[in-house]
């Protein structure tokens, strides 16, 4: 008997693995205070793979992980199949 | 029993996936716009702790990455004045705050006044602004800057050992504004910004006020001065930089204007309206409960410089985060929470040991905030 469906599972790990990387990368940007040199034009390309894989972390917390999330639990309520859920 | 096997189920699952990425992030980034703009002092001390505590590290030069030794002492002196002129700001509209902001005040003007932070300016024109006191060149950018914070210090402290240095400060302003062809000041040889002449344009007017002379023919007379070569007539914002004669040197930009406004909101609040009017009128975007505010006006695309940062979109870093002062010094509340969410998704504020920190801001990032977001209304105090 499945208790947890896999969909919830993937689910629940992709949002964790989102938020965590945010926080990682957060505190990256705060030792190196590389938006210092993004302001003052004076980053390099590395830096700025960062800065963009920062934003994308940033985005995804803040954007992909709360609709992924608000959508998973309207389809637990409707009890909707093969949305999130593999048929 | 259509909800969960038909259509009709999937649409709902769709419209609240797509609702909530179009709605969650402006909401819950800018929830604590509000508090911000009606004044709340344990925000405000927050962030001021934060800068307090940044400020003591006693920075320099090497604490700033912009490539150059002349932009890291405008950095540095950036730094220390933002500072000043936030807890100067946090101390007249919480004048309860004054016994733990007060002390550090001092230290920012006290730092200002250092050798290590006036030499960017010293460098440029091989003499000492304060030593130049007497002569009527230049120096718009230290001493209309320091000058503005001496105003604001002698607002909220009458007496404080400074005001003899402002009476100084403004006599040699006063002079050098009336006599310059264009109407600016130079604030290096040859280089006349209309946004480094605003602040000093302020600091004189905010000196008139303590002094009791504000209705003088001068002020008129500088702020005219101002109007006519500043401001370009088409759009109402402020050009980035003007020639020897009062021409334009470059276009009229978005980073310029909002910083302006945020300088001159305390002396001059009504050209600093009609100049906010013109920020909002042809910079300010809405992406999504997003504030952004363009660097060049709608149709006009061009670069980005120390003074903007980077332009993405068309959308300027500085212009957008200056516009905060702006919003809420002109009573903007729905542009005021808009931008603040974009400050809150890009600074990332985290609360160490009680404080408020914007944890990619650095230092002259917190500060900026700190002066932006304590921008005081002035119908509020």
């Known amino acids: 008997m499945k208790i947890v469906p896999g969909s919830t599972i993937r689910l629940g790990i992709l949002c964790v693995a989102i938020l965590l990387l945010h926080v990682v990368l957060l505190e990256v940007m705060a030792r190196t205070r590389i938006i210092e040199k993004v302001m003052a034009m004076q980053f390099t390309f590395p830096e700025l793979l960062l800065i963009l894989a920062f934003l994308a972390a940033r985005f995804a917390s803040y954007v992909l992980v709360p609709a992924a999330l608000v959508a998973f639990v309207v389809s637990r309520i409707l009890n909707v199949s093969g949305s999130l859920e593999p048929k | ?381």
């Open chain 2, 1 to 381: 029993v259509i909800l969960r096997r038909g259509w009709l189920g999937q649409v709902c699952v769709l419209v609240a996936f797509f609702g909530t990425m179009v709605f969650f992030p402006a909401w819950w980034s800018g929830r604590d716009a509000g508090s911000w703009y009606s004044g709340d002092l344990s925000r405000q001390q927050g962030l001021a702790r934060t800068v307090a505590v940044q400020i003591q590290r006693d920075l320099d030069q090497q604490d700033f990455f912009t490539g150059t030794g002349l932009y890291s002492g405008e950095w540095l002196f950036g730094t220390y004045l933002m500072a000043g002129i936030g807890f100067c700001q946090l101390v007249r509209e919480h004048p309860e705050a004054a016994g733990e902001f007060t002390p550090r005040i001092e230290t920012c003007i006290q730092t200002l006044l250092s050798k290590k932070v006036r030499e960017f300016d010293a460098n440029s024109w091989h003499e000492d602004a304060l030593s130049s006191l007497p002569s009527n060149v230049g120096h718009a950018a230290y001493l209309g800057y320091l000058n503005l914070l001496l105003g604001l210090y002698r607002e909220i402290a009458p007496g404080n050992s400074y005001v003899g240095l402002n009476d100084r400060i403004t006599e040699a302003l006063v002079r050098r504004m009336a006599t310059a062809p264009s109407g600016l000041v130079e604030t290096y040889p040859g280089e006349r910004y209309p946004v480094d002449n605003a602040p000093l344009l302020a600091s004189i007017v905010l000196h008139a006020r303590a002094t009791g002379r504000e209705s003088t023919d001068v002020i008129s007379r500088l702020e005219s001065g101002y109007r006519k070569h500043s401001i370009d007539p088409s759009t109402g914002l402020l050009f980035q930089a003007l020639g020897a004669d009062g021409s334009p040197r470059d276009a009229a930009r978005g980073s310029g204007s909002a910083l302006a406004v945020f300088y001159l909101h305390r002396g001059l609040p009504k050209l600093a309206r009609e100049i906010f009017e013109a920020v909002r009128r042809e910079l300010a975007v809405n992406v999504a409960g997003f504030g952004a505010i363009r660097e060049y006006p709608r149709g006009q695309t061009g670069s980005g410089d120390i003074d903007s940062g980077p332009v993405v979109f068309g959308f300027g870093f500085s212009a957008t985060g200056f516009s905060l002062g702006g919003a809420r010094a002109c009573n903007d509340p729905r542009l005021f929470r808009r931008l603040y969410a974009s400050a809150q998704f890009a600074g990332a504020p985290i609360h160490p040991d009680g404080r408020l920190e914007f944890v990619t801001a650095g230092p002259l990032g917190n500060a900026i905030l700190l002066a932006m977001l304590t921008a005081g209304p002035e119908d509020q105090l």
